[in-house]
């Protein structure tokens, strides 16, 4: 593996990776400034050698260092990369057990492409619903897990309007 990384480029890449799981190339290629075919290069490289791995989602290639990541992380780890489901999750974790119309206030969508974000977020199991009455209602499943992996690898960073929702936020279980 060292020989393969060797190289100036693909260490810039692997350790991108390492911080980052589930970039798509031209994420990729613009966090390092390089060109889209250099990226492309080096990433085909570190498939072919087996230090990377790469998943087709919605049209896109999202790369992960082989064996960082399990698949359940892998696939929270995509969804959450996407805006608006991060939104979703993150005004969950500060509001949990919302409506369908609260989460609709507060996530600029209109209500059938949040009633989309919101089946994916239940089909990745970040969320679940729970039924109150007549009412659906929405919370993090395993939050704890989903906290950690969104401290960790900080897919909220580049979503202004969030960078105090950590200082409100309560850890799970925490006085």
Request: hydrophobic share 40%.
């Amino acid at each position: 593996m060292n020989d393969v990384l060797e190289l100036e480029i693909r260490r810039k890449i692997y350790d991108l990776l390492m911080k980052n799981p589930g970039l798509h190339a031209h994420k990729i290629a613009a966090l390092l400034s390089i060109s889209g075919q250099l990226c492309d290069y080096h990433l085909l490289y570190l498939e072919r050698y087996d230090i990377i791995s790469a998943t087709k989602e919605e049209g896109f290639r999202r790369y992960y260092v082989k064996g960082a990541l399990g698949i359940k992380d892998r696939r929270r780890i995509s969804i959450l990369r996407k805006e608006t489901p991060l939104r979703i999750v993150l005004f969950l974790l500060q509001h949990p057990h919302s409506t369908h119309s609260e989460i609709l206030t507060a996530v600029p969508v209109v209500k059938s492409t949040l009633s989309y974000h919101l089946t994916n977020l239940l089909e990745y199991q970040i969320i679940t619903m729970v039924t109150m009455g007549n009412e659906k209602r929405y919370v993090v499943a395993s939050e704890r897990e989903i906290i950690e992996l969104l401290i960790k690898y900080k897919p909220y960073s580049r979503i202004d309007s969030f960078k105090d929702t950590w200082v409100d936020m309560k850890w799970p279980g925490a006085p």
